[in-house]
């Protein structure tokens, strides 16, 4: 039984750490790294970021694959992706570094941290009205592992959270929204908008000049989910308008974002570098681990992803 990591190694720990951690998880597994795969036909298991598939040899006997990408949009529909499982790795919690990322964002936008800022450089000793929790409504778009516990957070910090999410479901503890038709009530109760949703046809672009114009005026965003969920032409003419009066955007189009980007100044915007989240070897390891234990046992794999969906 071996597993073949294709470039995380590279970007995630080193190889000496990957191996070292299943050890202790899975000593049965053999762990190679690629582009050194030994006998194809050994590979059971791949766990791989931003795949060439062009590159990669057939695995007769691949059973499963792992994706530590951020999205699956850009190899999903692979002619020569390997007709196997493909899952994620996201730890079953969420990831604490998703977490305290987006309450801050949260808090500090609705603290007006960006306007303090300025009156700082000015010199300004201002005084204005601060909102109370109550009273600022947060909206999550996408409801997974990586939002749940930041809102659960907000929430009994006592802001009203809701989400908006593609499927019906039940949830005792945030009030949910779903389908496009639901859309709109749902953004024109929300405040600050959290975007963690996955990238798919229906989801891109989902930020425009239509839905911003669907917000409360002087509402906010932080995204999160993928740089091509906002149109940017359409966010920076929100914010020029007033309708919108911040953007914080750790995900952007393309990346990194040009230098001639009008964001990199926009004064009512925070660009971040795509750092919201950087996962361990371990919480990667965890989950993989997780995986290959319930299949070898007979279950399903965990975590799977509907190539039909994207996600």
């Not at 955007?249 to 989240?277: G, Y």
């Amino acid at each position: 039984m071996a597993l073949l990591v294709v470039d995380l190694d590279k970007h995630i720990g080193n190889a000496a750490s990957w191996r070292d951690t299943f050890a202790g998880l899975l000593p049965g597994l053999e762990v190679r790294f690629w582009p050194e795969p030994g006998n194809v036909a050994d590979i059971e298991y791949l766990a791989f970021m931003r795949p060439d598939f062009d590159a990669l040899p057939a695995f007769p006997n691949l059973k499963l694959m792992f994706s530590r990408s951020a999205g699956v949009e850009a190899f999903v529909n692979h002619p020569k992706l390997p007709k196997v499982p493909l899952c994620k790795v996201e730890p079953q919690d969420g990831d604490p570094m998703m977490t305290e990322y987006v309450v801050m964002h949260v808090l500090r936008l609705h603290r007006d941290m960006p306007g303090y800022a300025i009156a700082q450089a000015n010199r300004e000793w201002r005084r204005t009205t601060i909102v109370r929790p109550e009273q600022r409504r947060v909206g999550f778009l996408g409801l997974g592992k990586m939002a749940k516990a930041p809102a659960l957070i907000l929430k009994q910090l006592g802001f009203p959270v809701s989400a908006w999410v593609r499927n019906p479901r039940e949830d005792s503890d945030i009030a949910i929204y779903h389908g496009e038709d639901r859309l709109e009530p749902f953004l024109s109760q929300t405040d600050i908008a959290v975007c963690l949703l996955p990238l798919t046809r229906e989801t891109e672009g989902i930020f425009s000049a239509r839905t911003f114009a669907m917000m409360p005026k002087g509402a906010m965003l932080i995204n999160v989910g993928r740089g091509k969920h906002v149109v940017e032409a359409d966010l920076i003419a929100a914010l020029d308008s007033g309708q919108l009066s911040y953007a914080a955007l750790d995900a952007l189009w393309p990346e990194p974002l040009p230098k001639t980007s009008p964001l990199w100044s926009h004064p009512k915007v925070t660009v971040m570098p795509h750092v919201a989240r950087r996962p361990t070897v371990m919480q990667l390891a965890n989950e993989i681990a997780a995986c290959i234990r319930n299949v070898e046992a007979g279950g399903p794999p965990l975590q799977e992803i509907d190539l039909t969906l994207g996600y």
